[in-house]
């Protein structure tokens, strides 16, 4: 897709269909030097609708509106812009057309995405509420022309092979996963199975791709959060068909094989942070940090971990369901190690992340994360979840 103030850039994201063509599709007119904020492409509908001098903002919050604006040529009486906010990779999806006869394809709605109807004016301004918690680094702008029941395919410009018009890409601001943990009557039992009444109170919070926010609908995660006066806990639901973990040893690289981890920063600095690992095995590994990346695995903590299941342990050719875990993480280890003061009391926030690493028998390695830091790095305190201890 073209890019502010003339530049032409394909997208391979955005379908072949946005490749290679001019800045200026034909019969609309681009004006030049684009000013700041303005993209330089336009996009042509059949029945010579046009539309350019399409503005956005450089840059827009998770959960706030998206302000557009773009000026319209051609007929405008009857018609109407349905306008919608897409993670790129969903809103870009191309399918495969069949053979001749065959029933058109819809690309599917993501459950992100939302969308505002408006009739065609010759000055179009759209607020376009943008859906959170958002974690992938762009939203992907694209335009329907409905005539009545029927959709205007757009012949010009970015467009989907279903004729949806691709407007623009804006730049999300990276904002952490807010999420809450439940208050717990009583400590759960650690067996890995989170079937505790305090669990089935506690929100299951999903996890993404740690680079670029994209859910992982294949092999899903999620991550549970309770605590009480004296230890914070987490459970972990992996689904896996392929569990297996070789390592046996405490402080075993852990991260080299499948396993689930957990990051207690405290704040976001740079500094004073738990890393806390455990793999299917039900192995652990533990290391305090007082400086970035400068830990001591050394160092064994009175934490503890257990694993549950669902499936056979390293055999590669049979399919699992999955496993879980649960951790308890004593406050004083919490306070002794991080920002974070005792004794603690609701409503007090903390910063913390959960990990996962997804190593299929066949296929790359993956990273998956509670709240994506958007950079290839675990240890990363900036976008961590911000932890709030919910009231009993």
Not at 67 to 89: C, D, H, I, Y
Not at 149 to 162: F, I, Q, S, Y
Not at 221 to 238: F, H, K, S
Not at 312 to 327: I, N, Q, Y
Request: charged share 25%; net charge negative; with cysteine.
């Amino acid at each position: 897709m073209p890019r502010r103030r003339g530049r032409w850039l394909c997208v391979g994201l955005l379908g072949a269909a946005a490749c290679g063509e001019p800045a200026t599709a034909p019969e609309v007119k681009v004006e030049a030097p684009a000013p700041a904020g303005t993209w330089s492409h336009a996009i042509v509908f059949e029945g010579g609708v046009g539309f350019s001098a399409i503005e956005t903002p450089d840059e827009v919050e998770p959960g706030a509106s998206l302000e557009l604006s773009w000026r319209v040529e051609g007929p405008t009486e009857g018609l109407v812009a349905r306008v919608g906010a897409w993670p790129p990779r969903a809103g870009s999806r191309q399918v495969a057309l069949g053979g001749l006869g065959a029933p058109p394809v819809e690309v599917p709605v993501d459950a992100r995405a939302s969308f505002v109807e408006q009739p065609l004016t010759a000055q179009m301004q759209v607020s376009l509420p943008l859906s959170t918690p958002w974690h992938t680094p762009q939203v992907l702008v694209t335009v329907e022309l409905l005539d009545g029941d029927d959709r205007v395919p757009a012949t010009g410009g970015p467009r989907r092979h279903d004729g949806v018009a691709q407007l623009a890409l804006v730049d999300v601001a990276k904002r952490p996963t807010q999420v809450v943990a439940v208050s717990m009557a009583s400590p759960p039992v650690l067996d890995g199975r989170l079937d505790e009444p305090g669990w089935s109170e506690a929100t299951a919070y999903p996890m993404f791709h740690s680079l670029d926010g994209e859910p992982y609908l294949e092999r899903p995660g999620t991550v549970r959060w309770a605590w009480d006066a004296q230890a914070l806990y987490v459970g972990a639901d992996i689904r896996d068909p392929d569990v297996w973990s070789e390592y046996q040893r405490r402080d075993d690289p852990l991260w080299n094989q499948e396993v689930f981890e957990v990051f207690v920063f405290g704040d976001d600095r740079r500094r004073d942070y738990l890393e806390l690992q455990v793999s299917p095995r039900g192995t652990v590994f533990d290391s305090r940090f007082e400086h970035y990346r400068k830990g001591e695995p050394a160092w064994n903590g009175q934490w503890q971990a257990a694993v549950d299941l669902r499936g056979t342990l390293d055999d590669r050719r049979d399919r699992d369901e999955g496993w879980s875990a649960e951790l308890s993480i004593p406050w004083t280890e919490i306070c002794a190690h991080t920002e974070v003061s005792c004794p603690v009391q609701p409503g007090v926030q903390l910063r913390i992340n959960a990990f996962r690493f997804e190593r299929p028998h066949k296929g790359p390695t993956l990273g998956l994360a509670l709240s994506p830091p958007r950079v290839p790095d675990f240890h990363a305190p900036e976008n961590a979840a911000v932890l709030k201890l919910g009231n009993p």
